[in-house]
Every structure is written in structure tokens, then in C-alpha cells.
């Protein structure tokens, strides 16, 4: 028996990316996996590939913003299953563009998912693991919550302030029994930023860089969050671009805004659009 069989998980976001691969594997290793996902063709369409390998899945379509949604997810599956053993955050959107560009839609459009979606996810499950005395909740982060990220500001907000709730809600667990980790990938080879909005920058331009700095797949990154889940670790980076970049954010925090400032003026040369841009036009 593996350490993940005949385990109850939650999955959101699992439509791509990283929560598709998480999804697969977790059902490869024998957990019942409960995913769900804004796109109704995307996460239909993983379901369909986990049931077609044997495996156990229930595929559900909604909008992690959604609090009532979230909850009900949250409660069917303690219905069904008695319990839940993990719940991953992990949906997330990104907008790219500098801070003075966007819009105070913008704003809330990444808070509302990246931030409000771990909180919804935390809220709803996180009393009845405390309950049970037992569970796992890991929050999809990113190295941009470790780092100072230009150009993606509110995605960086948002990331920086899952690792905080993330840390808290880890000692407060604790001593109920409920362990709680943040996943901080570096770059992974998602769709995740090709598919997000761009204000007042060349989408092409502004992602070359990103898409040429070494990276892992959807499926390399799932068997490493696994293998720090498994270690209960608090913080779980993803690539060791991450564990380098996070490793001088502590040593060097001088030293890190310098190197941020570096790429933000290389991505606002090569990516920046017009100098006079108003974003509510």
C-alpha cells in the first residue's frame, strides 16, 4: 500500500497545468481524487482520462471564488466519504503588466481566485480536519511568493500572501493534527501566463524570457509536491531556480530586490508597450 492509497482528495484547478498532473497522479497512486475546475470541457475531459485508467475520480465544474460552491464540494465529499484527507488549493490566474497599468478590476479578478480560492478552500475544510484530527491542506504559492516578482504584481501579492496564511495556519494545525504546506514552483510549463492577460505588454516579447529559463513539466512538478507532502514539509519550492532564488531572498534580501530590478527593466524594455498607456481606455 502506497502512502497516498485509499486517500480522499480534493484537487481544484485541476482542469491543467499542475492540478491536472496532480490529479492523475494521486489516482495512479490510489487515492479517490475530487477535482474540479472553472472550464467544464477541461476538467470533463480529466476526468474522463482518470476513469478510463481504472481509477477513482469525481469530476465537478465551479469557481473557486465561489464560497458557497467551494462549500458544498467541500461537504458532499465528507458525505460520501466520511473525510477528507487533502485538500490542494491550487487554481490560480495570473495578470501581467506593471502596477501603474492596471485596473482595479485586475486587482480583483486574481485576488478574488488566487487568495479568495485557498481561503474558501481553508475555511470550508480546514474546521473539519481540525475535527477529525486529521488532514492535509496544500496551498499552491509559487516562487513569487517568496521573491519580489515585477510585472505580475498582483499575482505576487497573492502568492506571498498564501505562503503567510499557509505558515499561521501550519502552526495552528498543529496541535490539532492538521498539517498544512505551500507549494512555490518556479517556472513550470503550463498555459498559465500564455493564456493570462496582458496590459500594455507584447505577450510574445514579455514571456521569451520566461520560456527559455529552465523549468519542469506539470508532471515533474506533481511528483515533487507529492514527495514534500509525503515529508510534511512547510514549504515545498518546486525546481531548484526556486530553492536558489528563495535561498537569496532570506540570505540577501539587498541583494534579491537588486536582481528583481534587473529583470523588471529588462521585461519593461522588451515587453512594454506604450509609455502613455491609460488602463481604463
Known amino acids: 500500500m502506497g502512502f497516498f492509497s485509499g486517500k480522499v482528495a480534493i484537487i481544484t484547478g485541476a482542469g491543467s497545468g499542475i492540478g491536472r498532473a496532480l490529479s492523475r497522479e494521486l489516482a495512479r497512486r490510489g487515492s479517490h481524487v475530487v477535482i474540479s475546475d472553472i472550464n467544464k470541457e477541461r476538467i470533463e475531459s480529466v476526468g474522463k482520462q482518470i476513469e478510463e485508467s481504472g481509477d477513482k475520480v469525481t469530476t465537478l465544474t465551479l469557481n473557486v471564488s465561489d464560497y458557497e460552491a467551494v462549500k458544498k464540494m467541500v461537504d458532499d465529499t465528507v458525505a460520501e466519504h466520511g473525510r477528507i484527507d487533502y485538500i490542494f488549493n491550487n487554481a490560480g ?167 528583481m530590478r534587473v529583470f523588471g527593466e529588462r521585461m519593461a524594455k522588451e515587453g512594454r508597450l506604450e509609455e502613455d498607456f491609460d488602463p481604463g481606455s
Open 93 to 259: 490566474i495570473a495578470v501581467g503588466g506593471e502596477a501603474r497599468d492596471l485596473t482595479i478590476k485586475d486587482w480583483h479578478d486574481v485576488l478574488d481566485v488566487n487568495l479568495y480560492g485557498v481561503i474558501n478552500g481553508v475555511a470550508t475544510a480546514y474546521p473539519i480536519m481540525a475535527k477529525q484530527g486529521f488532514g492535509h491542506i496544500i496551498n499552491t504559492a509559487s516562487i513569487e511568493g517568496l521573491a519580489p516578482f515585477p510585472g505580475t504584481i498582483s499575482y505576487v501579492a497573492s502568492k506571498y500572501a498564501v505562503v503567510g496564511l499557509s505558515n499561521s495556519l501550519r502552526i495552528e494545525g498543529a496541535r490539532l493534527g492538521v498539517k498544512v504546506s505551500a507549494v512555490c514552483p518556479g517556472y513550470i510549463k503550463t498555459a498559465i501566463f500564455e493564456e493570462s492577460k496582458m496590459v500594455n505588454m507584447d505577450r510574445e516579447r514579455a514571456l521569451d524570457a520566461m520560456t527559455k529559463a529552465p523549468g519542469f513539466t506539470p508532471e515533474e512538478c506533481a511528483n515533487v509536491i507529492l514527495k514534500g507532502v509525503e515529508r510534511n514539509k512547510a514549504i515545498i519550492p518546486v525546481h531548484w531556480v526556486a530553492y536558489l532564488l528563495w535561498y537569496i531572498a532570506r540570505l540577501s534580501p539587498r541583494l534579491i530586490m537588486f536582481l
